[in-house]
């Protein structure tokens, strides 16, 4: 295999694709680089709408047998639809439980944990099935938004591949077994105080847990916790140790900054606060009106990232420069320690940016990324101190791990390091591990999973693991106690503030499971305790110590109610002094080769989603990859080791097959990186930094379920403990091979006609109508206002002396009291999360396809997030670094509706408020209103997608909307269940007594997407009320339609993107 | 060569062809009878319950409430079966020996629900919501006919989608005074459609028959 890490390999490519650029025909806002290079391959690409497969006869049945098959089939099941209805039973119940109306939904606030945060969520409840997540408005991590873990965490809790019954060695036992196994290696361990006892956890979000595992370790003084999580916050943590010499814990406040400088930071899409952090972050750029104000951000990142994407300036940095950089701009802050280093980098003069930053003063906010060594927080730190943010956009307070009741510090629970090191030596007798999978996890040195298997055939010896799943940790020990899922068991946990939140079950637990309080209350005194009982009983001494005034039975259902408990939030410190002895540490030595970036998954995070089918076919965010990871690269990396990643050259391969919607051919690589190889497919992406390479953790399972195993490339078999989220020194040698990658960037391409509008804040100031200038819209806003009647005039006008109306499109009347539903999406602010993508899904029954029909082009998402790169063609360098945007496409409900015309059977057509409705039940599959639809927004089920047998995933489906069958066209329906039963709600409202008008206007009516997006950028509403805010953003003048040229007259339009660099930045 | 078919084949296939047109339309007369036939409707087949409960008797000989056992019918789109208790409520109290009413007790004692025959089955694509309806000045006989008068249950109207248009078209000929919702002895008055549509104005009845109205 010859390594193609030279720079020889650039000659016999010939043309990168800079010089391609310069002469390239493509478009100006584009989504594969096929599109932006253009060329006469793509555009036969182009006109194959559908995928050659679909040509494809793969049975061995011959045509003559289909038709004998075919006709008997028809002329029997032809009357299955003759049969008279089935006779159904209704089961009442015995005693209807209170404030249960069936029929009705009920919310509950409960919390959902992920690596040691909590966030607050509102949970639906039909008839005792969650059946939808929702953000809580009162708690702060998440102000009534949620993201795609939250919003998939449904399925995951109705996942038939859940660990059902405890078993030891593989064979089903009881939970009675299991208790005295338990207790059994207790009594062993009681003698020696524990000293063979060990329980491993994950990061631990709840307080009360914590409280347990404490009290644990005081009866067996000798015991110890370890915790590992895999995508941690260690450097964090050593970074305030580094700066202010004690642990501490950081968050942000960006309502409050003007000027933001992210380190590597991928604040608005991961970490704990990431909700909050994008809606105060997007509410300081919501340009609305005279309004013309937007906070500025800079990002330097080692990785493509939503932060980057959303950034006003962003400069790719192989990972050690990141330092560096923070290095030099820390020392024209005047960071005590520093001396100004260099003045430009990577063509940022950082003169100007320094002095941006300081014109800021307590403005401004220097974020360092969770991925970033330690010394980078404490730069960060420095900076802030110096452009005195902190206690403004900085909060600094006691660690969260703080006990809530006792206060003060604890002792940190020990490493996955130390463990293992223990238990090589034999001193572990009886470990417990507590979530998590760490088997698969661990770094790839640590030697994790050899050592636990050795305890566990060891004889005498006890090793149990309380999970969700039968996983790869499961595999190595004696027990799998079934774990529950957070909506079928009690806890609580802390936000990114400190605010505590009381997890509240939805649903008794599915399969028996047991939750790690009730199976440390188990350890503790052998007892058998609710785990409702154990976390009351905190919050009781929690209320009897803190809050001591009024009724605990009051306060505790206040808290379960509001779904955070009051008070709890971490109060900042102040009167901290920098240290500065850290700021002489010598760089990380450079090294030879590639860098390589390890990042969590966008949509299965550290793996545990893995099993997840919502977000395996969710398309990453910046790649759109679905159902696989890769190695991400740059394009003028790829070039220089010559993988062809453009179709059309080497007959076409590498690249697309198979038409507009098909799938992509990926070269398969080889990385070498600090242990054995790992081969996977390269995936060339826009903007990411040269010579560095990212691989994104979670994929590769060996035992995740039926819908995860085998999915992606492990890269944790890459990391070790030195070098956990970045390290220098790999090697990529092309291995010849290919693989067949599921993207989705390339479907349902709209051809560019002016699809995505954008300019700088300065060009809006003295453009405001840039976005429709030169746009022939049929329709004018003064046009949209007349009444029916004044149009109807109108139109006798312009038809006189013809006998043929104007229009095919009946003049429908959508004056009030009729609604007018429309939706605007204000592109400045989507950040392109793609919650709202999982919100859909879970609201409307979307089915899942599975990897080889979404390389068919066939996934099912109503609303797809466009993801579109904008390079200046006349700069050849902007490849490098394109800039980013989203846009999310609904359904336009149209007007003028191209959908409604060709449709022989009337299955879709147009509602009293405008909607185009689709009627399942009357579809017959000729799938023409697909083909006319310019928006490329309609999904058909080819095949039986949606599943009717799995038990417990029916209990999951929205009963609202009908789960669609084969050969049934849908879409986008702007959640009409919604709109009718608010409709209905009003209504009702109105004629209660004393209520004057009979039309009120529906005001707490949302969309499923509308309801999880952070940013608040898709905002719903009836067009028909001046006051809603929908119409206020229409009335905005960068509101566009979607080809709008086309005279389709959307209803879903969108306020153009605003970026607001700064114009000095990148002058010498 | 000799004669294959029989002379009588001249006849068939004469009538056959030129009967086709008649042939066709017979046939689709049948389907058309057959579809809206209570064979198929169900129309006016009562059904057998665990518990032979009869309407009749408990609404119109005793005068109890369609709500105090339809609990949710005003505020739900289900208007709700009653629970055990709703029948203990009484008959733990009288009639306590009746052997008839033994699954009713045998279903308090034990917590194993009664199956109730549902009588009033909408199809799975069809969302129906009670509480409009009824808050609307849509009475309980319109539909569901005068239970009063039933022993066992039977259904009334076809269930057909035609029959849901035929009064979502024009409300006003069946819209009665709100007051007279749950009164099944009310019968349209001779003026009703005058009256019909001066309650369509107050009540803000309007006439929907787009599709995402009942399909989602």
């Known amino acids: 295999m010859p390594s193609v890490n030279t720079r020889t390999e650039t000659a016999r490519d010939g043309a990168g694709l800079a010089d391609r650029l310069r002469t390239a025909r493509g478009q100006q806002y584009w989504r594969c680089l096929e599109e932006l290079a253009g060329g006469p391959a793509f555009e036969e690409f182009l006109r194959r709408e559908y995928p050659d497969q679909e040509a494809e006869w793969s049975n061995p049945i011959t045509r003559r047998q289909f038709l004998v098959l075919m006709g008997a089939s028809l002329a029997l099941a032809g009357f299955t639809g003759c049969t008279r209805p089935p006779a159904e039973t209704i089961i009442p119940y015995i005693r209807q439980p209170e404030r249960l109306t069936p029929g009705r939904p009920l919310f509950f606030a409960t919390a959902m944990p992920l690596g040691g945060f909590s966030t607050g969520l509102l949970v639906r409840s039909n008839e005792g099935r969650p059946t939808k997540v929702e953000g809580n408005r009162d708690h702060p991590a998440s102000l009534g938004a949620t993201d795609v873990f939250a919003q998939a965490s449904i399925l995951g809790l109705y996942d038939p591949d859940r660990a059902q019954s405890v078993t030891r060695l593989g064979r089903i036992a009881t939970w009675e077994d299991a208790v005295h196994a338990l207790q059994g290696a207790l009594d062993q361990q009681r003698g020696k105080k524990g000293a063979g006892l060990r329980i491993l956890t994950e990061a631990v979000a709840s307080p009360s847990l914590r409280t347990q595992l404490r009290d644990l370790l005081r009866a067996y003084p000798a015991a110890r916790w370890h915790e590992y999580e895999p995508v941690g916050r260690e450097a964090v943590r050593e970074g305030t140790r580094l700066a202010y010499g004690t642990d501490l814990h950081v968050f942000y406040n960006f309502a409050e900054a003007d000027v933001v400088l992210s380190l590597d930071a991928d604040f608005l899409a991961s970490g704990p606060g990431h909700l909050r952090y994008t809606r105060e972050f997007t509410d300081r750029r919501r340009v609305r009106g005279d309004q013309l104000r937007m906070n500025r951000l800079y990002v330097v990142e080692s990785t493509v990232t939503q932060t980057g994407a959303a950034a006003d300036h962003r400069l790719p940095l192989r990972p050690r420069d990141v330092e560096r950089f923070a290095r030099a701009v820390a020392g024209r802050l005047s960071v005590a320690g520093l001396s100004p280093g260099e003045r430009t980098f990577g063509g940022w003069n950082l003169d100007e940016l320094a002095a941006d930053l300081r014109d800021h003063r307590g403005r401004s906010l220097v974020v360092a990324g969770d991925g970033q060594p330690a010394v980078v927080h404490a730069l960060a730190h420095g900076m802030n101190q110096a452009l005195g943010n902190l206690g403004r956009t900085v909060v600094v307070t006691d660690p969260i791990e703080a006990d809530l009741i006792e206060g003060g510090a604890e002792p940190a629970p020990g490493s996955l390091a130390d463990l293992v090191q223990e238990m090589r030596v034999g001193t572990v007798e009886a470990l417990l591990i507590l979530g998590g999978n760490p088997v698969y996890t661990a770094p790839a040195d640590a030697g994790f999973s050899d050592a636990l298997f050795q305890i566990s055939r060891k004889s005498g010896s006890l090793t149990a693991h309380l999970s969700l799943h039968d996983n790869e940790t499961t595999r190595l020990c004696q027990w799998l106690l079934p774990e529950t899922h957070y909506l079928e068991a009690w806890s609580d946990g802390r936000a990114y503030d400190g605010t505590a939140a009381i997890q509240q079950p939805l649903i008794a637990p599915l399969y028996g499971g047991r939750s790690a309080h009730e199976v440390v209350g188990i350890l503790t005194n052998g007892l058998e305790r609710p785990g409702h009982e154990i976390v009351k009983d905190y919050w009781r001494r929690y209320f009897e110590r803190r809050v001591r005034s009024g009724d605990f039975e009051a306060f505790w259902r206040r808290a379960l109610h509001d779904g955070v408990v009051a008070g709890t939030r971490l109060q900042p410190r102040t009167g901290m002094t920098l240290r500065t002895d850290w700021a002489s540490r010598p760089p990380a030595p450079a090294t030879e080769g590639f860098d390589v970036v390890f990042r969590p998954d966008p949509t299965i995070h550290d793996g545990r989603f893995a099993n997840n089918g919502w977000l395996q076919e969710l398309p990453k965010p910046l790649t759109k990859l679905t159902w696989d990871n890769a190695v991400l690269l740059s394009p003028a990396t790829a070039d220089r080791l010559g993988l062809h990643y453009e179709m059309g050259k080497d007959g076409g391969r590498p690249g697309w097959r198979g038409g507009e919607r098909g799938e992509v051919i990926a070269p398969v690589v080889r990385v070498h990186f600090r242990g054995p190889p790992v081969d996977a497919p390269a995936w060339v992406t826009p903007g990411h930094p040269d010579e560095t390479i990212t691989l994104h953790l979670g994929y590769g399972r060996e035992r995740a379920g039926h819908v995860g195993t085998g999915t992606g490339f492990n890269f944790y078999a890459l990391r070790t403990a030195d070098a956990p989220w970045s390290g220098g020194g790999a090697t990529l040698e092309r291995t010849g091979r290919e693989y067949t990658l599921a993207g989705t960037q390339q479907h349902y391409l709209m051809e560019n006609r002016n699809l995505m509008r954008a300019a700088p804040l300065e060009h809006y100031r003295s453009h405001r109508d840039f976005a429709t200038a030169g746009e022939h819209v049929h329709e004018h806003p003064a046009e949209a206002e007349k009444t029916i009647p004044e149009r109807q005039s109108d139109l006798q006008e312009q038809t006189k002396g013809s006998r043929l109306p104007l229009s095919l499109f009946p003049d429908y009347n959508y004056d009030p009291p009729q609604y007018r539903w429309g939706m605007a999406i204000d592109l400045t602010v989507c950040t392109g999360c793609s919650a709202c993508v999982v919100a859909c899904q879970a609201e409307n029954n979307i089915p899942v396809v599975g990897k080889t029909e979404v390389t068919r082009g066939r996934e099912m998402h109503w609303l797809r997030i466009d993801r579109y790169y904008e390079v200046d063609r006349r700069d050849p360098a902007a490849l490098r670094n394109p800039r980013a945007y989203f846009q999310p496409v609904p359904c336009m409900q149209c007007e003028n509706a191209p959908c409604e015309l060709p449709c022989p059977v009337e299955a879709t057509s147009h509602s009293h408020d405008g909607l185009n409705d689709m009627v399942y039940n009357r579809c017959v599959g000729t799938r023409y209103c697909s083909n006319n639809c310019p928006y490329k927004v309609r999904r058909f089920n080819f095949l039986q997608y949606a599943d009717y047998a799995t038990e417990s995933l029916r209990l999951g489906y929205n009963p609202d909307v009908t789960v669609r069958s084969r050969g049934v066209m849908e879409k986008c329906t702007y959640c009409v269940q919604r709109i009718r039963r608010a409709d209905i709600e009003v209504a009702k409202r109105a004629l209660e007594p004393g209520t004057p008008d009979l039309r009120q206007p529906v005001r707490e009516l949302q969309t499923a997407c509308q309801q999880a997006c952070p940013a608040h950028a898709i905002v719903f509403g009836d067009i028909n009320d001046r006051t809603s805010e929908v119409r206020k953003m229409k009335d905005e003048p960068r509101n566009y339609g979607l080809l709008a040229d086309l005279n389709t007259r959307p209803r879903t339009t969108y306020l153009a993107a605003l970026r607001n660099p700064n114009p000095r930045l990148e002058t010498a | ?216």
Not at chain 2, 34 to 47: F, G, I, K, L, Q
Not at chain 2, 156 to 163: F, I, K, P, Q, S
Not at chain 2, 170 to 183: G, S, T, Y
Request: with cysteine; net charge positive; proline share 6%.
């Open chain 2, 1 to 216: 060569m000799p004669q294959i078919y029989h002379r009588a084949f001249n006849t068939i296939s004469k009538v056959s062809i030129f009967g086709a047109v008649f042939i066709i339309a017979g046939l689709g007369w049948v389907a058309w009878v057959v579809a809206r036939s209570s064979y198929v409707t169900n129309v006016d087949n009562a059904r057998l319950q665990p518990v032979p409960f009869s309407h009749e008797h408990h609404v119109r000989g005793l005068g109890i409430d369609c709500r105090y056992c339809h609990t949710s019918v005003e505020t739900s789109s289900f208007a709700g079966i009653p629970p055990t208790k709703t029948c203990m409520n009484c008959h733990s109290q009288i009639w306590v020996g009746s052997s008839m009413l033994e699954p009713v007790r045998e279903s308090y004692r034990t917590g194993q629900p009664i199956p109730w025959q549902r009588v009033h089955r909408v199809a799975d694509f069809v969302f129906f919501d009670h509480s409009i309806h009824v808050q609307k000045g849509f009475g309980c006989s319109t539909c569901h006919g005068r239970v009063d008068h039933m022993p066992l249950m039977w259904q009334r109207g076809t269930l057909l989608m035609e029959w849901c248009l035929e009064c979502h078209r024009d409300p006003a000929q069946n819209v009665r005074p709100r007051d007279e919702v749950f009164n099944m002895e009310w019968e349209p008055p001779a003026d009703q459609a005058d009256k019909g549509r001066a309650l369509v104005r107050a009540y803000g009845i309007r006439s929907l028959t787009s599709c995402s109205t009942c399909h989602r």
